[in-house]
Every structure is written in C-alpha cells, then in structure tokens.
C-alpha cells in the first residue's frame, strides 16, 4: 500500500527539522566544549576571547564577530577582538560609551538583541566608517556579564545577508557570552594570582648575576618591572646618593616589539632628559607612570610607559616591586659592593660565607679557571668604556653553561667551569674578544687566566694568580694581552731577585749606556757583541764562533768597549748581572737594534 504523498512530503519536512536541530546541537556542544576546555587552561583572557570568537563564527553564519571589553579606567566598552582583517587593523581604536550604538545599549540594558535586516536603519546605530558595517544586514549582539555581576563586555555577530541567524544561533552566542564572563572573571582571578605570586618571589626570580654589580641589578630590576607592568619601556634611575661611584647608568628595559635602532641609542642615555627624548621615539601619547622607592630616602625612581592607561591594580604591582628593588639597590650601594671578587672572597670570615657569596653570584661547585680581565687605569676615563667591556664578556659568556661573570671597576672576574674540551674554544673567544677591545681602547685591555681552583679555598690565589698574569700581561702589551699564570709562574720570584741585585744592576747599566750610545752614533754593534759575550761567560772562542769573526776582531772590540765603560768587561761585576744588563739595554733601545739588523743584513 503506497504512502499518500502529501503525508510524504509532511514527514520529510519533520526529518529536516530533526536534522537541522541535531546539528545545531551538535555544534552548540562542540563549541561549549572547546571554550570550557579553554576555560580551565586559565590563559590569557585576550586569547581566550580570541578563541571564542573563532568558535562561534565557524559555528554559525557570521561573515564577522567583535568583542568589546568593558575598560573601567576610562568607562568605554573597547574594540578588543575582530575576526575579519580590515577590522581587526582597528582593534584598541574603537571605543563606545554604555548606550551607544547597537552594541552599547546591549551591554546598558543587559539584554540580547537581534536584527535580521537593515541593521543601519535601527535608532540606535552608530556607524564606524572604518568597520565597514555597511556591508553587514543582521548582526545578533550578547552582553557578557556574569549574572548578578557586572559587566564584562558585548560580543556582537554580523552577516552579508537578511535574516541569517535562527534561533539556535541566538542561544549559541548567549550561551558563548555568559560561558565568556566567567571565563574571563576566571582568566582575570588566574592572572591576578600570577602577578601576585611574581611579586612575592620577585628577587628570589631574579638572574644569580644580578648582584654581581650595581649597574647589572639595575639593568636586571628594570626589565624583570617592564615585563610585570606589560610596558614598552621601562627606565629606572638612581639618585646619586644612592651610587657609591655616580657612575651607574640607568637601568632600560624595552618590549620585543620596539624598535632596534631605538634599544641601540638608549646604550648612550645618560641624563633624565635623554629619558623623555627615548620615550617619545617609542610612540607619542604614552601612558606615564613613575614610583620613587627608597625608605628614609629617595634612592631613585622606576618609570614605566605603554600606550593602555595603567591600572590601580598595574600601580600596586609596580609600588611593590619597587619596595622589593630598593632593598636589593640599598645592598648594592655600599662601597663593599664595588671590592673586586678577590678582595669580597679574602674578607669572608668563613669559608662558608664565602662559598654563599660564590652560590649568590650563579657559581656552581667543581673545577673553576678565574680570569681577571682588566681596564687600564689610563683607558678608564669613562664609565661606558668599563660598560663596553662588561657588555663584550657578557656576549663571549653566550656560548659557556654556568660562567659566572663579576664586573667591580676597573677589573671583571670571570670564573669558569672547567671543562678541558671546551676550554681551547673558550680561550680562543676570549683571546679574539681582548684583542677587539684593544683595538676600540687603543691597547687598554687585558687579561689574565689563573690556575684551575678545585674548590672555594683555592679561589683566592687562583685569582690573585690570575691577577698577576694580568699584570705581566699589561707589561708584554700586544705581545701578551692575554697571558696564562702558567707562563710566568717560574717568575713568581723574579721582582725579589731584581731587588736585590738592584744596585749593581744599576751599576752595570750606566756602563753600557755609554756602549749603546756609541752603536746609535757610529752605527755599530759593540753592544750586540758585549750581550753574546757575557752570555758566553766571557770565553772569546764560543763568542767568536756565534758572531762568526775571528777571534782577533773579537778582542778589537772588546778593547773598544773596555775604554767605554772604564774597566776589564771581566771586571763589571757578577758575569749574569752583567749579562742581564746587557740584555735590558739592548730591549730597552729598539733603534739600536733596527741598526744592528740592517748592518747583519748588509755584512757589516
């Protein structure tokens, strides 16, 4: 028996019905799904947003969906998210008082409205140019508002075409607007705690360097209050009572997004001026907040800017961190702080307190190798020269784990984990490092590398090894910029020696002047001749073979530098003092030398 079709085409219509509502079920559950999914991550409240929005228009017909966040600072509903690509180039620009337009009544009233057509003909339309909502015929608009609570936004849904939203859409985007208050109210309870949380571990979270010196905690305390705060650019400035050099820079920390060229020329900001003179090369119009913290006294001022107004909440954050950075600064400021590493390790009273001060520093126990890199007094003529060699050894530091780098003026330690396959890749970065620096200080620098320290005891003279190196270093110049303790350790004695053969040393020299002053008149090498002699223990047959003349010649000359220096060469003393003295004369006049070479060359 046939089925009347008029029953057919009845039952048809009641199966797409079903359909229809299964599938809008189906897709209202998906999408509460994902955004309670997202809820319970508790990210951030603008990616939460974010991600609604996309939900819902995937879910619906929208060619267009915005969230305006409620801001109570400045009592504006907010452009905070669009989806569609003009739009969103407006996101932060676009700002409604409760009442008006569509969407600014919604959040007033608390109520969802719908319009299925010719939405610019509604009293209430207020039209953007720069939202194009001309293209736009219906749009479906939800406060979002936890209920009871206040109001959290409008989420608002557009389409090209009349009447394109049902009634399922409707309750889907009311259902996504309250699902979105408490989610934010959530993000928003998250985020807050977070804050708090960083606040209260502020200076336990700070780098292990950052007490290593005044300038690295100020540098350190401004970025860690720049990323807090979310600003662009934070400074933070010392008063001079605060510094025990006046010489510390301030601290300038920048978001990602600024500009290099900008983050390149604050290295150069000194004055409080050139503070205002950066900020505005960031971006006019930005919002300014500054707090003094010091307790019985200003010890400076941290300034943040961004283009948002700050909130209570950001100026609580901020005030706090401050208090927190004053105690770090006031600890830093004392003359103690400024003692290179060696002279804070010898004054330790124990060796626990100074293994602390190491762990403090970043140092890990194990084999270390210290550096002493030193600025010579003549080249430190200004703070950023010592400022560009801390920065240098701070970039070489890159590529080594666990470096500890401690800068007090004009010496930078620098203590090394020992670790004998990365050691020749790090002595050679270090070399090519001194050796640029050298260049941009015309010969300033050097360095010094100490014996590996196999613990906290051992530290002491492993830097002052090291510093002697560095000394040595300084006297060899371009020869030895760089110079290892193992390289001058069996001269340890030598000062002492020096001292004691002093006297006739002196002696000897003034004699022999009187040879060099010979050679540089006549172009000789008499003193030349003297050296090779002495250093043969005055034996004529060894001389004669080393400067290949015959042993006639040899005592000719010999006889010539016997009137010069007024007696017998036998007679000049110790023959090693002698030799020595002929030795530092001829280093000591290096055209005497040229001279001699070229009368070598030339068979003279």
Same mark, same amino acid.
């Given at each position: 028996?046939?089925?009347?079709?008029?029953?057919?085409?009845?039952?048809?219509?009641?199966?797409?019905?079903?359909?229809?509502?299964?599938?809008?079920?189906?897709?209202?559950?998906?999408?509460?799904?994902?955004?309670?999914?997202?809820?319970?991550?508790?990210?951030?409240?603008?990616?939460?947003?974010?991600?609604?929005?996309?939900?819902?228009?995937?879910?619906?017909?929208?060619?267009?969906?915005?969230? @305006?966040?409620?801001?109570?600072?400045?009592?504006? /509903?907010?452009?905070?998210?669009?989806?569609?690509?003009?739009?969103?180039?407006?996101?932060?620009?676009?700002?409604?008082?409760?009442?008006?337009?569509?969407?600014?009544?919604?959040?007033?009233?608390?109520?969802?409205?719908?319009?299925?057509?010719?939405?610019?003909?509604?009293?209430?339309?207020?039209?953007?140019?720069? /939202?194009?909502?001309?293209?736009?015929?219906?749009?479906?608009?939800?406060?979002?508002?936890?209920?009871?609570?206040?109001?959290?936004?409008?989420?608002?849904?557009?389409?090209?075409?009349?009447?394109?939203?049902?009634?399922?859409?409707?309750?889907?985007?009311?259902?996504?607007?309250?699902?979105?208050?408490?989610?934010?109210?959530?993000?928003?309870?998250?985020?807050?705690?977070?804050?708090?949380?960083?606040?209260?571990?502020?200076?336990?979270?700070?780098?292990?360097?950052?007490?290593?010196?005044?300038?690295?905690?100020?540098?350190?305390?401004?970025?860690?209050?720049?990323?807090?705060?979310?600003?662009?650019?934070?400074?933070?400035?010392?008063?001079?009572?605060?510094?025990?050099?006046?010489?510390?820079?301030?601290?300038?920390?920048?978001?990602?997004?600024?500009?290099?060229?900008?983050?390149?020329?604050?290295?150069?900001?000194?004055?409080?001026?050139?503070?205002?003179?950066?900020?505005?090369?960031?971006?006019?119009?930005?919002?300014?907040?500054?707090?003094?913290?010091?307790?019985?006294?200003?010890?400076?001022?941290?300034?943040?800017?961004?283009?948002?107004?700050?909130?209570?909440?950001?100026?609580?954050?901020?005030?706090?961190?401050?208090?927190?950075?004053?105690?770090?600064?006031?600890?830093?400021?004392?003359?103690?702080?400024?003692?290179?590493?060696?002279?804070?390790?010898?004054?330790?009273?124990?060796?626990?307190?100074?293994?602390?001060?190491?762990?403090?520093?970043?140092?890990?126990?194990?084999?270390?190798?210290?550096?002493?890199?030193?600025?010579?007094?003549?080249? @430190?003529?200004?703070?950023?020269?010592?400022?560009?060699?801390?920065?240098?050894?701070?970039?070489?530091?890159?590529?080594?784990? $666990?470096?500890?780098?401690?800068?007090?003026?004009?010496?930078?330690?620098?203590?090394?984990?020992?670790?004998?396959?990365?050691?020749?890749?790090?002595?050679?970065?270090?070399?090519?490092?001194?050796?640029?620096?050298?260049?941009?200080?015309?010969?300033?620098?050097?360095?010094?590398?100490?014996?590996?320290?196999?613990?906290?005891?051992?530290?002491?003279?492993?830097?002052?090894?090291?510093?002697?190196?560095?000394?040595?270093?300084?006297?060899?110049?371009?020869?030895?910029?760089?110079?290892?303790?193992?390289?001058?350790?069996?001269?340890?004695?030598?000062?002492?020696?020096?001292?004691?053969?002093?006297?006739?040393?002196?002696?000897?020299?003034?004699?022999?002047?009187?040879?060099?002053?010979?050679?540089?008149?006549? $172009?000789?090498? /008499?003193?030349?001749?003297?050296?090779?002699?002495?250093?043969?223990?005055?034996?004529?047959?060894?001389?004669?073979?080393?400067?290949?003349?015959?042993?006639?010649?040899?005592?000719?000359?010999?006889?010539?530098?016997?009137?010069?220096?007024?007696?017998?060469?036998?007679? /000049?003393?110790?023959?090693?003092?002698?030799?020595?003295?002929?030795?530092?004369?001829?280093?000591?006049?290096?055209?005497?030398?040229?001279?001699?070479?070229?009368?070598?060359?030339?068979?003279?």
């Amino acid at each position: 028996m046939s089925v009347p079709t008029q029953d057919s085409g009845g039952f048809k219509a009641q199966l797409d019905q079903m359909t229809e509502k299964l599938v809008a079920v189906e897709r209202r559950a998906e999408t509460l799904a994902e955004l309670n999914r997202l809820m319970v991550q508790g990210g951030d409240p603008t990616a939460l947003v974010q991600r609604a929005v996309d939900l819902v228009k995937r879910a619906t017909k929208a060619a267009g969906t915005f969230v @305006y966040i409620w801001d109570p600072e400045i009592e504006r /509903l907010v452009l905070r998210v669009a989806t569609t690509g003009r739009q969103a180039a407006h996101v932060g620009e676009i700002q409604l008082r409760l009442g008006e337009g569509v969407t600014g009544w919604t959040g007033l009233m608390r109520q969802t409205v719908r319009l299925d057509e010719d939405i610019q003909s509604d009293p209430r339309f207020v039209n953007f140019s720069v /939202l194009e909502e001309h293209q736009f015929h219906c749009m479906v608009a939800v406060p979002v508002a936890v209920p009871g609570g206040e109001l959290l936004g409008v989420f608002s849904l557009y389409a090209g075409e009349p009447a394109a939203f049902d009634t399922h859409d409707v309750e889907l985007a009311t259902e996504v607007g309250s699902l979105l208050a408490n989610g934010l109210v959530h993000a928003q309870t998250v985020k807050d705690l977070r804050r708090e949380s960083a606040v209260s571990r502020f200076l336990m979270t700070l780098p292990a360097d950052a007490t290593s010196s005044l300038q690295r905690c100020v540098d350190v305390i401004a970025e860690a209050i720049r990323d807090q705060a979310d600003a662009a650019f934070c400074s933070l400035e010392l008063a001079e009572r605060g510094t025990p050099d006046g010489n510390v820079r301030p601290g300038l920390a920048f978001a990602d997004d600024v500009d290099n060229a900008v983050v390149v020329s604050a290295r150069s900001v000194r004055a409080r001026a050139e503070l205002h003179d950066l900020a505005q090369q960031i971006g006019s119009g930005l919002e300014k907040l500054t707090i003094s913290f010091g307790t019985l006294f200003p010890l400076g001022a941290i300034t943040c800017y961004r283009a948002r107004p700050f909130t209570e909440a950001d100026k609580g954050i901020v005030d706090a961190l401050a208090a927190q950075a004053a105690t770090l600064v006031s600890s830093l400021s004392c003359p103690a702080m400024t003692t290179p590493l060696a002279g804070r390790l010898a004054g330790a009273p124990t060796r626990e307190s100074a293994d602390r001060l190491l762990r403090d520093l970043g140092w890990r126990p194990g084999p270390t190798q210290p550096v002493q890199v030193q600025v010579s007094g003549t080249r @430190y003529t200004t703070p950023s020269a010592f400022e560009r060699v801390v920065d240098a050894l701070r970039e070489m530091r890159g590529g080594i784990e $666990g470096m500890v780098l401690v800068p007090s003026a004009p010496v930078v330690s620098l203590l090394v984990p020992y670790q004998p396959e990365q050691w020749k890749g790090f002595e050679h970065a270090l070399r090519t490092t001194i050796r640029q620096l050298r260049t941009e200080s015309n010969g300033g620098v050097t360095a010094g590398i100490g014996p590996v320290a196999n613990d906290v005891s051992d530290l002491v003279s492993a830097l002052e090894s090291a510093e002697t190196a560095g000394a040595w270093a300084q006297l060899l110049g371009d020869r030895g910029s760089v110079a290892h303790h193992e390289d001058f350790a069996h001269l340890r004695l030598l000062p002492r020696v020096a001292l004691d053969i002093g006297e006739d040393l002196r002696d000897v020299l003034t004699r022999i002047s009187e040879v060099i002053r010979y050679d540089l008149r006549n $172009g000789t090498a /008499l003193a030349s001749t003297l050296e090779d002699y002495l250093a043969n223990r005055c034996s004529v047959t060894d001389t004669a073979s080393d400067l290949f003349i015959h042993r006639n010649t040899l005592r000719q000359r010999l006889g010539r530098i016997e009137e010069l220096v007024g007696r017998p060469v036998e007679g /000049l003393g110790d023959w090693a003092v002698a030799a020595l003295a002929a030795r530092l004369a001829l280093a000591g006049e290096p055209r005497l030398v040229r001279t001699q070479a070229r009368n070598a060359a030339s068979g003279e």
